[in-house]
């Protein structure tokens, strides 16, 4: 039994398998196998969203329950015996994963499609003997005229999971994409079928993060990121002060994709914006400026060192100051600055120069 | 008082006045409600009657019209120049084949008229006299809540909607929450087909099921009353509209709020009923928790189907012993719904548990030469001739692997094929998926695929598969759509194997 409203944290024991389990009151079958390392696969689950239970995947035998139940949305309770693996549990997955096939676009092996983004039922494919259904060609529509140059999805590889939808609702509070319609018609959707570009979209792509299957993904990034060697490298995002984790794919010394670090492990808990994750072409561009510049005595601008840059800098500052006096001069530091930069530039204003004139441009 | 969500719960209602979903339509209903484009966009394509605006005849393929000949009027129809929408059963298999006319109103083929249960002594009795004393509503007043409820408890009540779980326990559920905000439901979204009962008991009785709300509410201690009713009823909604009216100084305490449905069988399940009431697409939730705790606006609700709850006033008249003594195997007397080859199709009003063949006496006998019969609806499968003698029960026909469900009793005779009769039905369960989970949704459309396959090409080598995907639906599926979806082939399989041979 759930109990929405209960309070109180508990800790006590609960079985799985056989194996005695800490658990804490509010937990979730899912939570305390994920962190005892027995394996319940998920599709549908994503832990920054409200359960959904829907793609059945996850099911697992409760004792005194009549009905398999989903892992991840049901509530231990003190004593619980939970079963992961039985024949019935085997039988479900087999005939679930093999129906989940006959609605999904196989390659040539016959298994779900392999995306840039990997496909995690194609996955769960490999551990069944699958049964040979016909495929129920669903008449899901996609959006193939939308021209937003980010994100794409292809309904033949879509679960209908709604791990999108609930993300960009749940998460993002943007509500720009929807379930629509019914039945085998269920279709990932914006309002009037219209181009992302066209809605509330701000284009973050947390929804290609969250989707399993790679239904959504990158159009910019290569569509066989997965077998292609990358390198990932931790970086910060210097978009703004937040300081969001990023995870650079590099491949031949060249930034492919960036993801966020998975939820829980970072400030940004999973989460990117359209510029942490999509903005990364001016790292290899040619008009990108890699060193200081100062401009000559004839206009042209040179390269230089930092210690000369920052040397004309405060030179031509103290210049202003003992011709103008102080306040002749403003400071307007930048909203990629974070906090401590921040505070930085309004000391400099201040105490170095002697004005209060200082701003940030995110201020206003 | 301003609810949380309330612009929520309006859009549906919105988007109906605005004429159904387009563009334009949602970008309106944006800007009245401030809630989000898509989100209004998704929730109007999940009804029928919302998502392709215009007008058109929508004629019914339910089993009962379908063995009368829809498909032929359809084509009558559409040679005649009309714009004719194929649609869920309408409940009107008595008067089979039905339709809606451009403006909703009922067209009936039949040439015969509804029969019912002559006047009698029974809880319903459809056929006497309206009651407008409500006088069992003053009567609760003087008794204590707990005296209703063990009342309640000894007339052996069962959910008439389907479930036939114990009425009793729901009203003390209620009662035990912290929670004070709590709402009494009606379930008029009868949609199963073959169900007709709470048409007519709306259409003739409606102040039996007024008055039980008013009691449950009482009881519970609930003022608002909702009411949810199939979009596609638009007479019984002008009934219980004029019976509100005509009950206003008698209910005056408690606030009734009449809802339509907007074409979605699945909003006959509690929780996508609540869902749809709340705004969104219905998509049924996850038990637990149940509406009991957390149901409309996450309160404690008491739903309860139309039939149920108008068994309420007639159990505090004459007391919880009469009435269970009024069923034959089991607590009460039931409506029973019959249409198919029968003589005179209607509702009647029968002590719960009498057999087939005592409810086709009722009903003129039988026509033709039968076979089969679907006791419960589409959800309920079918079941041979050879067991006309079966109690129509809640637990003798779940022992046979059937239901009694809603009690929407098709006779079906040897001029069927029975696995077109299957095909019908698997049709409807696709139609009406809600989508949300995987073995309903591809399961539906997987076995409907199969068995239209091996009707064109005789090959029952098309059907190997659908048993184990049948057991899939069944076990995964979230709600009872998806757990029964499969049963119209299976049984069919079971019983009438010769229909499932290799065919020329």
Not at chain 2, 286 to 291: A, D, G, I, R, V
Not at chain 2, 369 to 389: D, V
Not at chain 2, 390 to 403: N, Q, V
Request: aromatic share 6%; glycine share 10%; hydrophobic share 35%.
């Amino acid at each position: 039994m759930n109990y929405p409203n209960q309070k109180r944290v508990e800790t006590f024991s609960i079985e799985i398998n056989g194996q005695s389990c800490r658990a804490i009151s509010g937990e979730t079958v899912v939570d305390v196998a994920r962190r005892e390392g027995i394996e319940i696969p998920t599709l549908c689950h994503d832990t920054r969203l409200e359960p959904a239970g829907a793609c059945r995947v996850c099911l697992v035998e409760v004792e005194g329950q009549r009905r398999l139940q989903p892992g991840c949305a049901w509530k231990v309770q003190p004593d619980m015996k939970v079963t992961t693996e039985s024949t019935r549990i085997e039988k479900h997955r087999t005939i679930l994963y093999s129906m989940y096939m006959s609605d999904h676009q196989l390659d040539e092996s016959g298994l779900p499609v392999e995306t840039g983004n990997g496909n995690q039922l194609r996955e769960l494919c490999k551990t069944i003997d699958p049964l040979p259904l016909e495929p129920v060609n669903a008449p899901r529509a996609g959006r193939p005229e939308d021209v937003n140059p980010y994100i794409e999805f292809n309904p033949e590889l879509c679960i209908l999971c709604a791990r999108c939808t609930r993300y960009c609702d749940e998460v993002e509070a943007v509500n720009a994409i929807t379930l629509s319609n019914r039945g085998g018609e269920t279709t990932i959707a914006t309002a009037g079928n219209r181009g992302l570009l066209d809605t509330t979209c701000e284009l973050c792509g947390g929804c290609i993060a969250t989707c399993p299957t790679g239904a959504l993904i990158e159009k910019k990034a290569p569509t066989n990121l997965v077998t292609l060697e990358t390198e990932v490298t931790r970086s910060t995002c210097n978009f703004c002060g937040v300081g969001c984790q990023l995870d650079l794919h590099v491949h031949n010394d060249r930034v492919v994709k960036v993801t966020s670090p998975e939820p829980g492990e970072t400030v940004n808990d999973g989460n990117l914006c359209v510029k942490g994750r999509f903005a990364y072409d001016f790292i290899h561009h040619e008009d990108r400026i890699t060193t200081p510049l100062i401009r000559g005595a004839d206009g042209e601008l040179r390269p230089a060192s930092w210690e000369e840059a920052l040397e004309a800098t405060a030179n031509g500052l103290m210049a202003v100051k003992a011709r103008h006096g102080a306040d002749s001069l403003g400071f307007i530091s930048s909203s990629r600055c974070t906090g401590e930069e921040n505070y930085l530039m309004q000391k400099l204003s201040r105490a170095v120069f002697g004005t209060n004139n200082i701003h940030q441009c995110a201020a206003t | 008082m301003q609810k949380p969500n309330a612009n929520r719960e309006k859009i549906i209602e919105l988007l109906e006045h605005a004429g159904g979903v387009t563009e334009d339509s949602v970008r309106e209903v944006h800007e009245q409600t401030g809630i989000p484009e898509a989100d209004i966009w998704g929730t109007g394509l999940f009804y029928t009657l919302l998502r392709e605006p215009g007008q058109r005849i929508r004629l019914c393929d339910g089993l009962t019209c379908q063995m009368f000949g829809a498909d032929s009027l359809a084509m009558e129809l559409t040679e005649a120049g009309k714009a004719v929408e194929r649609v869920s059963c309408l409940g009107q298999c008595d008067l089979a084949p039905a339709s809606l006319d451009e403006a909703m109103e009922l067209v009936t083929y039949a040439k015969h008229k509804t029969a019912i249960s002559p006047p009698n002594e029974l809880a319903m009795n459809l056929a006497g006299e309206v009651d407008l004393t409500y006088s069992a509503l003053k009567k609760v007043k003087e008794m204590s809540p707990e005296d209703v409820i063990a009342a309640l408890e000894s007339s052996g009540l069962q959910g008439r909607g389907g479930a036939g779980f114990p009425a009793h326990f729901k009203w003390t559920s209620l009662r035990q929450q912290a929670e004070t905000e709590r709402y009494v439901i009606c379930n008029a979204d009868e949609a199963e087909p073959g169900t007709f009962k709470d048409r007519e008991l709306i259409l003739r009785q409606a102040h039996k099921m007024l008055e039980g709300l008013a009691i449950a509410a009482h009881v519970i201690e609930a003022k608002e009353i909702y009411i949810y009713i199939r979009g596609e009823y638009t007479n019984e909604y002008r009934a219980i509209e004029r019976a509100l009216e005509d009950s206003k100084a008698a209910l005056q305490e408690f606030e009734f709020t009449i809802v339509k449905g907007h074409g979605a069988y699945i909003c006959g399940e509690e929780t996508a009923l609540l869902e749809s009431l709340e705004g969104k697409r219905g998509m049924p939730r996850l038990k637990p928790p149940y509406p009991t705790e957390s149901g409309f606006r996450g309160k404690p609700s008491l739903i309860h189907n139309v039939e149920t709850i108008a068994c309420v006033p007639s159990i505090i008249h004459r007391g919880g012993d009469w009435f269970r003594s009024l069923g034959k195997t089991e607590a009460g007397s039931k409506l029973y719904c019959i249409s198919g080859h029968v003589v005179a199709p209607g509702v009647y009003e029968l002590p719960l548990g009498v057999s087939l063949d005592e409810l086709v006496a009722a009903a003129g006998g039988y026509v033709g030469n039968p076979i089969a019969f679907s006791p419960g609806g589409a959800s309920s499968g079918f079941l041979p001739i050879a067991e006309r003698g079966l109690p129509l029960d809640y637990k003798h026909l779940a022992d046979a692997g059937s239901m009694l469900g809603s009690a929407g009793v098709v006779v079906i005779n040897d001029t069927v094929d029975m696995a077109k009769a299957a095909a019908w039905q698997l049709e409807f369960f696709e139609r009406e998926s809600c989508g949300q989970c995987a073995p309903c949704r591809i399961g539906t459309q997987y076995i409907r695929r199969q068995v239209d396959q091996f009707i064109q090409l005789g090959d029952p080598v098309t059907l190997a598969m659908t048993a184990d995907v049948g057991w899939e639906m069944e076990e995964g599926s979230i709600c009872g759509l998806g757990m029964v979806a499969a049963k119209p082939l299976e049984s069919a399989r079971k019983h009438f194997p010769d229909a499932f041979k290799t065919r020329d």
